[in-house]
T-cell receptor, first 110, second 112 residues
Framework: EDQVTQSPEALRLQEGESSSLNCSYTVSGLRGLFWYRQDPGKGPEFLFTLYSAGEEKEKERLKATLTKKESFLHITAPKPEDSATYLCAVQASGANNLFFGTGTRLTVIP | DADVTQTPRNRITKTGKRIMLECSQTKGHDRMYWYRQDPGLGLRLIYYSFDVKDINKGEISDGYSVSRQAQAKFSLSLESAIPNQTALYFC???????????FGSGTRLTVV
């Protein structure tokens, strides 16, 4: 059974304090791993897709990495506007949909 | 205008009532999905459709039905609403898996 576990559940950072969010997954053959950002009262917004171990993607202050068991979302020198819930999802080979974790709620304090 | 539009944004309904949530998209995507989001449980798939003639159940389809009226329209119905269907509902679309999903802004449904 596919499983996605995100940690920590919540994270408070001072502005400029870099950190990482973790997404551990169990899936019967990974087709892709996805990161989304969700602001309160809004739908998730697509950030990255990773397909194979060792792959990395970057966007502004965010960098996503992938191993065979987990993915990290690194946030470098975060700003208050980076505050949001970050969701991780996996798609198994042969599956028709994404399976989501419960998210990490990030708060960046000025 | 938003790429994926959900109506209504908020709805309060009574137990036993039938309710329809609507979703329309301007992305030109073939694939559409309905997800439900509950605190601590994440997003869970209710139904999905890969084209107008294709409807598939997700992991939590009991108590729900869907209709794909056109490529751009996908509606979700609760035949007889119950309080544990109180949740945030999201519609999403995709063209191919590598592009990820585009989500609507959600419908907050409360069943009293």
């Amino acid at each position: 059974e596919d499983q996605v576990t995100q940690s920590p559940e919540a994270l408070r950072l001072q502005e400029g304090e870099s950190s990482s969010l973790n997404c551990s997954y169990t899936v019967s053959g990974l087709r892709g791993l996805f990161w989304y950002r969700q602001d309160p009262g809004k739908g998730p917004e697509f950030l990255f897709t990773l397909y194979s171990a060792g792959e990395e993607k970057e966007k502004e202050r965010l960098k996503a990495t992938l191993t065979k068991k987990e993915s990290f979302l690194h946030i470098t020198a975060p700003k208050p506007e980076d505050s949001a819930t970050y969701l991780c999802a996996v798609q198994a080979s042969g599956a028709n949909n994404l399976f989501f974790g419960t998210g990490t709620r990030l708060t960046v304090i000025p | 205008d938003a790429d994926v539009t959900q109506t209504p944004r908020n709805r309060i309904t009574k137990t036993g009532k039938r309710i329809m949530l609507e979703c329309s998209q301007t992305k030109g995507h073939d694939r559409m999905y309905w997800y439900r989001q509950d605190p601590g449980l994440g997003l869970r798939l209710i139904y999905y459709s890969f084209d107008v003639k294709d409807i598939n159940k997700g992991e939590i389809s009991d108590g729900y039905s869907v209709s794909r009226q056109a490529q751009a329209k996908f509606s979700l119905s609760l035949e007889s609403a119950i309080p544990n269907q109180t949740a945030l509902y999201f519609c999403a679309t995709s063209d191919q898996y590598r592009d990820g999903y585009t989500f609507g802004s959600g419908t907050r449904l409360t069943v009293v």
